[in-house]
C-alpha cells in the first residue's frame, strides 16, 4: 500500500511529472512495489530537468462583491452586453464546446448577456483586443505579454487553474520507442563532432543538418509560451537552432501537437503538461504511449484581463463571478465539464509572467536572424577601432 500523501501526489494530475515524485517518497518510506496500470507515458531513461524558471504562487482566491450583476457604470460606454474571448489552445471546435458553458454561467452570475468569441488562432484574438472587439479576455501566457505591450490600460484580474494547480510544465515529448534520449541527440553525432572540431580551429562556417537527417519538430503557435517560447529556448540552450538544424511544422493547438506525434507525422512535440494529462485520461486520443524528453521549465497558465473600455468596478465584479466558479461545487463541475482539467480561477500578480518577458527577446532575436539568412541579407560587420595615434 502507497502512503496517503503518495496516493494525493498520484492522483493530483498537476503535472505529468507528478509521477516521478511519487514514485520517489515511495522509495523514502521503503516502499518498493508501485504498480503503475496501463501506463500512457513510460519514465524517461535518463533524468529529466525541471526547467530553471521559477513560477510565483498564485494569490489565494478572488475577492468577492456585495452585489455581482453589473450596473450601467460598470459597463464599457454605451454597452449593455459583454464580449469574451479565449485564446484556441484546444482547437477551434474543442476551444467553443468548452468555453460556450463559462459563459453562460458568467452572464448569469453579471445579470448581463456574455457573448463567447472565438477566434482560429492566438494572434486573431489579440488583434480583437487590440480593437476593442473584446470585454473580458483570457489569454495564453505569451499572448498575455505582448498584448500588455501593445494595449495600455490591460488589466489583469485572474489567473485560470488546471488539475487543481496554478502553473504546469512545457515539454518536449516523443513517442517511447524513438531513438531520442536527450535533447542534444536531435543533431546527429556526426554533425556535432564536426561542429566542434571547426569550432576548435576558428572556422566559424555554419555544418548543417542533412535534410533527410532532421529531426520534425511540432510545434503550437509562436505565441504559445508551453508549445513554443520555452521549447525553442531550451533547443537553443542545447545548441541546437530549430530553424536550421530541425524541420519546424506549425499544429495550431496541443492537442493537434499530441496526434501530430502519435500518428508518426512528426517525431518530437512542444506541449503543455496538461495536455498530457487529458492523453492519459483518454480526454484526446483514448490511449498513447509517450515519453517525456524534456522538461523546458513551468509556466503560470492563462491570463484572465479585461479591456480598457471596462471600468474598474466592472473588472472587480467580473474577477469575483470568475472567482465563485470552480470545480468544488457541483454547479462548478457541470459548467466545466468540457474544459479539459480547468477547475477555477485564481488572483495573480503581473510579475509571475516576468521571466518569459527576458526570454522572449532571445527567441525573437535568433528568429530575427533565420529570417535575414533566408533573405540572402548579411549582417553588416562588426566595427574596428582605429589605432590611436602616438
Known amino acids: ?36 496500470g496501463s501506463a500512457v507515458l513510460t519514465a524517461c531513461a535518463d533524468p529529466v530537468r525541471e526547467g530553471t524558471f521559477p513560477v ?7 475577492a468577492t462583491v456585495g452585489q455581482p450583476h453589473l450596473l450601467p457604470d460598470d459597463l464599457p460606454r454605451g454597452r449593455k452586453t459583454l464580449r469574451y474571448g479565449v485564446t484556441p489552445y484546444l482547437g477551434v471546435e474543442a476551444t467553443r464546446k468548452a468555453y460556450t458553458p463559462i459563459a453562460a454561467w458568467i452572464s448569469d452570475r453579471l445579470g448581463v448577456p456574455v457573448r463567447f468569441v472565438l477566434t482560429d488562432s492566438y494572434d486573431a484574438l489579440v488583434e480583437l483586443l487590440k480593437r476593442g472587439e473584446v ?3 483570457q489569454l495564453s501566457p505569451l499572448s498575455y505579454i505582448m498584448a500588455g505591450a501593445e494595449v495600455k490600460g490591460l488589466r489583469l484580474i485572474a489567473s485560470s487553474l488546471s488539475f487543481g494547480s496554478a502553473s504546469y510544465s512545457s515539454l518536449l515529448v516523443v513517442r517511447s520507442g524513438s531513438a531520442l534520449r536527450r535533447l542534444g541527440d536531435v543533431i546527429p553525432p556526426e554533425v556535432r563532432l564536426e561542429r566542434k572540431t571547426r569550432r576548435d580551429r576558428g572556422d566559424n562556417r555554419p555544418v548543417g543538418v542533412p535534410e533527410k537527417a532532421k529531426v520534425r ?9 508551453s508549445g513554443f517560447l520555452l521549447p525553442y529556448q ?19 493547438s496541443h492537442e493537434a501537437a ?3 506525434l502519435l500518428n508518426g507525422d512528426v517525431d518530437i512535440a512542444a506541449v503543455s503538461s496538461g495536455t498530457l494529462n487529458n492523453v492519459r485520461r483518454g480526454v484526446i486520443i483514448g490511449e498513447g504511449n509517450l515519453r517525456i524528453l524534456h522538461k523546458a521549465g ?11 473600455q ?14 465563485a466558479l470552480s470545480t468544488r461545487t457541483d454547479a462548478g463541475r457541470r459548467v466545466l465539464a468540457q474544459a479539459r482539467g480547468v477547475t477555477g480561477w485564481a488572483g495573480t500578480r503581473d510579475e509571475r509572467y516576468d521571466f518569459m518577458r527576458k526570454i522572449l527577446p532571445r527567441v525573437r532575436a535568433e528568429e530575427l536572424r533565420d529570417l535575414g539568412r533566408r533573405r540572402g541579407v548579411v549582417p553588416p560587420p562588426k566595427p574596428v577601432t582605429a589605432a590611436q595615434d602616438d
Do not use: N
Not at 503535472?15 to 503503475?36: E, Y
Not at 531550451?234 to 495550431?252: E, I, N, S, W
Not at 513551468?298 to 480598457?308: K, Q
Open 135 to 137: 470585454d473580458i479576455v
Open 258 to 260: 499530441i496526434k501530430g
Open 1 to 36: 500500500m502507497l502512503s496517503q500523501s503518495t496516493q494525493r501526489t498520484l492522483t493530483a494530475g498537476g503535472d505529468v511529472g507528478s509521477l516521478g515524485v511519487a514514485m520517489q517518497a515511495c522509495l523514502c518510506h521503503r516502499f518498493v512495489l508501485v504498480l503503475v
Open 298 to 308: 513551468r509556466v503560470p497558465y492563462d491570463a484572465l484581463c479585461t479591456s480598457p
Open 56 to 62: 510565483a504562487a498564485v494569490d489565494h482566491g478572488l
Open 234 to 252: 531550451a533547443l537553443l540552450g542545447h545548441g541546437v537552432d530549430p530553424r536550421q538544424d530541425m524541420v519546424m511544422v506549425r499544429m495550431g
Open 217 to 225: 519538430f511540432a510545434y503550437v503557435h509562436q505565441s504559445s509560451a
Open 310 to 323: 471596462v471600468p474598474e468596478s466592472g473588472a472587480r465584479k467580473i474577477a469575483a463571478a470568475f472567482g
